[in-house]
T-cell receptor, first 111, second 117 residues
Framework: AQKVTQAQTEISVVEKEDVTLDCVYE???????LFWYKQPPSGELVFLIR??????QNEISGRYSWNFQKSTSSFNFTITASQVVDSAVYFC????????FGAGTTVTVRA | EAGVVQSPRYKIIEKKQPVAFWCNPISGHNTLYWYRQNLGQGPELLIRYENEEAVDDSQLPKDRFSAERLKGVDSTLKIQPAELGDSAVYLCASSGWRGGEGTDTQYFGPGTRLTVL
């Protein structure tokens, strides 16, 4: 069974538009960690954020923000005022006993 | 501060040939991971090391894949013989104390893109 579902395969936006990436996860554990990674065309996975299951506060870091809702098992990611450099594949991941990745969402930001 | 280093970045081989990938983790990180990433998918764990010990190799195809981390620092992943289906990106990651981001946060190297012809 898929533990992390990223329903959006590809999203294309024009620069300065906001884009929200959905992530739904499944686990029986009460203690777990959620992550977002960015994979630009160069191929390296870049860590963006780590959130534990007991902390449901939303987080903002510059143009990035994350919305964690335990009630719906979702950990969504929003890029505000997107830029061309945001073009990448974004992965949501769940660490309960090991790190499980979603299939990724390809974001293309057009100038 | 240096990140995870991997080599080579690209490798093209004929099927049935052997191939090896090398990884040097972030200094001080005790845990090292090897992942395989197929095109259009997320990475999947092959093996996890805690220092020199392989603590999770349940997803490693042991008939043709092997890995070692002899001194608890750098690691080598080998495929022998390679098959067409092994074409993928092989990613190495490490985790450990880095201050503030949890000891379980994994930092990834650039990967090795393997093409088997």
């Amino acid at each position: 069974a898929q533990k992390v579902t990223q329903a959006q395969t590809e999203i294309s936006v024009v620069e300065k538009e906001d884009v929200t990436l959905d992530c739904v996860y499944e686990t029986r554990d009460t203690t777990y960690y959620l992550f977002w990674y960015k994979q630009p065309p160069s191929g390296e996975l870049v860590f963006l954020i780590r959130r534990n299951s007991f902390d449901e506060q939303n987080e903002i870091s510059g143009r990035y923000s994350w919305n964690f809702q335990k009630s719906t098992s979702s950990f969504n990611f929003t890029i505000t005022a997107s830029q061309v450099v945001d073009s990448a594949v974004y992965f949501c991941a769940l660490n309960d006993y090991k790190l499980s990745f979603g299939a990724g969402t390809t974001v293309t930001v057009r100038a | 501060e240096a990140g995870v280093v991997q080599s080579p970045r690209y490798k093209i081989i004929e099927k049935k040939q052997p191939v090896a990938f090398w990884c040097n983790p972030i200094s001080g990180h005790n845990t090292l991971y090897w992942y395989r990433q197929n095109l259009g998918q997320g990475p999947e764990l092959l093996i996890r090391y805690e220092n020199e010990e392989a603590v999770d190799d349940s997803q490693l195809p042991k008939d043709r894949f092997s890995a070692e981390r002899l001194k608890g620092v750098d690691s080598t992943l080998k495929i022998q013989p390679a098959e067409l289906g092994d074409s993928a990106v092989y990613l190495c990651a490490s985790s450990g104390w880095r201050g503030g981001e949890g000891t379980d946060t994994q930092y990834f190297g650039p990967g090795t893109r393997l093409t088997v012809l």
